[in-house]
């Protein structure tokens, strides 16, 4: 399985060239940035968007949004480290050694790369991460998959994969975040139920709590009027 691809007619290797070149047209700098970013930064930022929006989806919407929101929200690392998991005897199985063993003339931006390829396991992480934020919450979601594809351009930058390794690490993560979203969520709601109403832990779910209602008298509300005139105290009692 390690020849799925070999000779530069694939596409796969046309791709991977034509993306790998952008590095050794660009300046030192600029590649050790994208060895960064690829390899650590985007991951961060990753982190980042998750806690961003935990922050933001604890305080709006009733204590129900608020709940189910937090619940998708840890979802989302759980769905990324069930998708790494099973990836491994994907990877074992396929044994795709990475491009730079089979290609010569790549620029290659990390060192110490000696597992197999097939399939990336940044792209994997990082779309499962993505799509789990998606279900959580739309806006955040899509930040985070924008994020998700960066990730899988710069792992071919780099010249560590092949696209192919990064489009099925597409595939895998979201395949796992999205099909197993109906179940996980069907757990974890529940518990994050129960955490939102004790009192040591609320603030993780919910930081604000509805006040209570009160008499409009107490917030300098005037009571209506029927007629015209003020309602007296016995305004509302039925006539006998």
Known sequence: MAGLASDGSNPDVSLLYDINGLAKAAPPWFDRVMGFVGEYGIMLAMVLVVLWCWWSVRRRGTPADSVSAVAGLVWAPL????????????????????????????????????????????????????????????????VAIGLALAEGFARVYMGVHYPTDVIGGFALGTAVALLLAPLALALLTPVVSVVARSGRCAGLVRSRRAAPARHPEAVGIPEPRIGGQAPGPGHNDLAA
């Open 79 to 142: 769905a990324a480290g069930v998708a790494l998991l099973v990836n491994i005897p994907i990877r074992g199985f396929v044994e795709r050694p990475r491009p730079f063993r089979d290609h010569q003339g790549l620029e290659v931006l990390v060192d110490g790369k000696t597992d197999f390829s097939f399939v990336s396991d940044h792209a994997t992480l990082a779309m499962a991460l993505g799509v789990g934020v998606f279900v959580a919450h739309r806006r955040f979601g899509l």
